[in-house]
Antibody, heavy 118, light 112 residues
Framework: QVKLLQSGAALVKPGASVKMSCKASGYTFTDYWVSWVKQSHGKSLEWIGEIYPNSGATNFNEKFKGKATLTVDKSTSTAYMELSRLTSEDSAIYYC???????????WGQGVMVTVSS | DVLMTQTPVSLPVSLGGQVSISCRSSQSLVHSDGNTYLHWYLQKPGQSPQLLIYRVSNRFSGVPDRFSGSGSGTDFTLKISRVEPEDLGVYYCLQSTHFPWTFGGGTKLELK
């Protein structure tokens, strides 16, 4: 069965960077786009961007350009997202998702809680 | 960006009852390929969102037929009949027709 296993929670200082992982299993990793979604506390969901593991091609929400960097390691079927120059506004839960055939997000990771605090 | 407006924000329901959630977009969600990329999700407390309906009216694998989606253009509806306890949570619509993809603000389904 399809699974997306994300790395653990992170506590980081303002101005620092954080890199999180999303390990895929149960399907051919290189055949599906992987998207990342942000959920600030008690709020709705924001699409950050997507990456196609086969080619490394990416698309971003303009709001997150310069903030998020997406990469993959095909050898381990793992997608990564790095967030830079962190502020309190970046404190949130971050989900990785697989994009199904209809550009829907059909499977989700369990989420990574990032807390930015000194 | 396409603005997705969900109503109501909060929806009290009795178990066994029927409810409808509306999702309106600020522009048509019909893609140049003819498809409409409007999807519905449920986020239960403490969990990740889960896909219920994709492309307006198609139930995802394992989703009971109590859930149905309809609509076109800019106006979409999710209907839940015979509400069960596991249906409680926050419902979101998502459009993936126009970049950047955007979610609605959410509708919280809760017991009366």
């Amino acid at each position: 069965q399809v699974k997306l296993l994300q790395s653990g929670a992170a506590l980081v200082k303002p101005g620092a960077s954080v890199k999180m992982s999303c390990k895929a299993s149960g399907y051919t990793f290189t055949d599906y786009w992987v998207s990342w979604v942000k959920q600030s506390h008690g709020k709705s969901l924001e699409w950050i961007g997507e990456i196609y593991p086969n080619s490394g091609a990416t698309n971003f929400n303009e709001k997150f350009k310069g903030k998020a960097t997406l990469t993959v390691d095909k050898s381990t079927s793992t997608a990564y997202m790095e967030l830079s120059r962190l502020t309190s506004e970046d404190s949130a839960i971050y989900y990785c998702t697989r994009e199904g055939g209809s550009s829907d997000f059909d499977y989700w990771g369990q989420g990574v809680m990032v807390t930015v605090s000194s | 960006d396409v603005l997705m407006t969900q109503t109501p924000v909060s929806l009290p329901v009795s178990l066994g009852g029927q409810v409808s959630i509306s999702c309106r977009s600020s522009q048509s969600l019909v893609h140049s390929d003819g498809n409409t990329y409007l999807h519905w999700y449920l986020q239960k407390p403490g969990q990740s969102p889960q896909l219920l309906i994709y492309r307006v009216s198609n139930r995802f694998s394992g989703v009971p037929d109590r859930f149905s989606g309809s609509g076109s253009g800019t106006d979409f509806t999710l209907k839940i009949s015979r509400v069960e306890p596991e249906d409680l949570g926050v419902y979101y619509c998502l459009q993936s027709t126009h970049f950047p993809w955007t979610f609605g603000g959410g509708t919280k389904l809760e017991l009366k």
